[in-house]
């Protein structure tokens, strides 16, 4: 299990203040509210990955159902996106991936290695 924990602002007056974003905010109370998940099918779709992360909301974003080539593009433009507002990009399975803004550290602990024989999903 991964955990999100959003991390403090260092100073609300950094960004322009405007009202939709201000009412949209997934960190209310200074917990994460909201994440999305994107199934995107074509490159096109990449974008609201962008419009998520830019508004500061976590993305999962699910390429199972793209072709490879494309996969391949979107998660170059999504490791972008995230790059440039200080965020992290995390790989779930070879296909899922979690995007999230400056904001929410994504806290990664990996299982002790127990061994192919006990694992249900071993190949």
Known sequence: DHSVTPMPSSSASASTPS???EQSNPFQGGRVNR???IHPKTY????????AI??????V?????????VAYRIVDFSAGVVFGVRGSIERVTPRVFLLSPAQVNIKVEEPEDKGPAHDLFAD
């Open 54 to 59: 830019r508004d500061g909301i976590p993305v």
């Open 61 to 69: 974003l699910n390429l199972t159902g793209v072709a490879e080539a």
């Open 35 to 37: 994440i999305t998940t």
């Open 44 to 51: 096109d779709d990449a974008q609201m990955v962008g419009r």
């Open 19 to 21: 009202a939709p974003r």
